[in-house]
């Protein structure tokens, strides 16, 4: 059992799981949209994704490899029996064994300890490459249900923008009717609606591409998931110089290396290593349907028995030299893609660790934007109710039109929306960085505290 499969076990009960799934069960069988907490997106992803399934089978394979490696030094019986058909008649050259045992053994051999030790750190190896897989699906389907959540919060801002510029409209439509304002403010005000209705259909397109994305990775149908948002919890603020650990992935591919390096060093001493086997076989004959017993000075005995030592020493074999190197360049294969791999995460962690500090600071750049826009559009508020407080003075601003109490709600709805794009960049950074860094278990047990 892989340490993440203890995690969730020790945090995620057998009873609360099944409750939880039933209640799932209900709404999709309902064909509803159900609020599905994050915790239990990534639970059923994680059961459900092939990726995690396969890595499930070659943690058995590699499992039952060890074990066939560890079995050879166990002495296997075997049985063996027949009747002749027909009579014999002759001299046929073989005894009449009716029936036979035999046990072997493999009592010495250096290349076979060898492929044992391989064999075990290749279990490991299978192990944390699951565990990967466990946390990779955990990323993805974290990322997408963020960004629907997202997404579904910008469609609410989207249709407010869509009322707002109907109204700009309407009152535009009346104004250029009245002769108050030009003709190109009205055609100004339907450009902005149909940009907004444009933008509302993106996010509407997007939404149903990230529920897709959704039902593929938990089974669930399409269109059955409607987010929580407070089910998301904080994403821990890590950054490179917390320190990184290895992750899984590259952990699993430093291990196959080094199982790589096991056999190839096996293959090796195989060429110069004797090898000590134990062998041990019983024959019952019979003289039934035979007439053997004419062609020895004896009569056959019954019940035959021997054993004994089979010690292969290699002498001169270029087959087993040739797989040798075969295995070391494999052995060397294997170390370079692992040392590729650490490398290529290396440069990852530095590639978001520094758009971080940028997403960080746009996010705050936003965050401000929404803030700045929110006073503003009180102001206009106020001096739509109040007057600019000029009465009309020489030199003082002329005073606001209805129009721009609707341009202002949309500008306002505007930075609203680019803040919320903000944090979502910021959010997957953070992400994609904790798996990066080897801390998506810092995640997941953000995820079993909601």
Excluded: C
């Excluded at 090898?275 to 024959?283: K, L, T």
């Excluded at 087993?320 to 294997?334: I, N, P, Q, V, Y």
């Excluded at 791999?341 to 660790?353: C, P, T, W």
């Amino acid at each position: 059992m892989t340490e993440k499969m203890q995690v969730k076990r020790r945090h995620n009960p057998r009873g609360h799981r099944a409750w939880l799934l039933a209640a799932v069960a209900l709404a999709v069988a309902a064909r509803l949209p159900a609020q599905v907490s994050l915790r239990t997106v990534v639970e059923l992803a994680q059961q459900n994704s092939a990726t995690v399934r396969l890595a499930g089978a070659d943690v058995a394979k590699a499992r039952a490899a060890l074990s066939e490696s560890k079995d050879a030094f166990i002495p296997s019986l075997s049985f063996t029996s027949g009747l002749p058909a027909f009579p014999e008649v002759g001299f046929t050259g073989a005894l009449p064994t009716i029936w036979g045992a035999t046990v072997q053994s493999m009592v010495f051999s250096v290349p076979l300890i060898r492929y044992t030790q391989a064999a075990r750190i290749g279990l490991k190896a299978a192990e944390l490459s699951q565990k990967d897989a466990l946390d990779q699906v955990a990323l993805d389907a974290s990322t997408a249900y963020i960004e629907l959540d997202t997404v579904d919060a910008e469609l609410g801002v989207a249709r407010q923008q869509e009322e707002y510029a109907g109204r700009m409209v309407a009152i535009e439509q009346q104004r250029a009717e009245s002769g108050v304002d030009p003709l190109s403010d009205l055609l100004q005000a339907q450009l902005t609606a149909a940009q907004l209705k444009l933008k509302r259909l993106h996010l509407e397109t997007r939404a149903a591409t990230l529920s897709e994305q959704l039902s593929t990775l938990t089974g669930l149908p399409a269109g059955s998931i409607t987010p929580d948002h407070s089910s998301i919890p904080e994403i821990p603020a890590i950054t490179a110089d917390d320190g990184p650990r290895a992750t899984a992935g590259i952990e699993s591919a430093q291990l196959l290396a080094a199982s790589r390096e096991r056999v190839a060093k096996g293959d090796q001493e195989r060429v110069w290593f004797p090898q000590v086997a134990f062998g041990a076989i019983y024959n019952r004959n019979t003289t039934l349907l035979n007439n053997t017993n004419q062609y020895y000075n004896h009569y056959l005995p019954a019940n035959n028995f021997s054993s004994g030592f089979n010690i292969q020493l290699p002498l001169f074999d270029v087959t087993a030299h040739a797989k040798a190197r075969e295995s070391a360049a494999d052995a060397l294969r294997a170390k370079v893609e692992a040392e590729q791999a650490q490398k290529q995460n290396d440069v990852r962690i530095a590639e978001l660790s520094a758009s971080l500090r940028e997403l960080g600071t746009e996010a705050e750049i936003a965050r401000l934007e929404s803030q700045i826009a929110s006073e503003q559009l009180k102001t206009v508020m106020t001096q739509l109710e109040f007057g600019n407080g000029t009465a009309g003075g020489p030199g003082a601003p002329p005073q606001l039109s209805p129009r721009a109490e609707q341009q202002a709600r949309i500008d306002e709805r505007q930075k609203y929306m680019d803040s919320l794009d903000a944090g979502l960049d910021l959010s997957k950074a953070r992400l994609n960085l904790l798996r990066a860094l080897g801390h998506m278990q810092d995640w997941l047990n953000e995820l079993h505290t909601k």
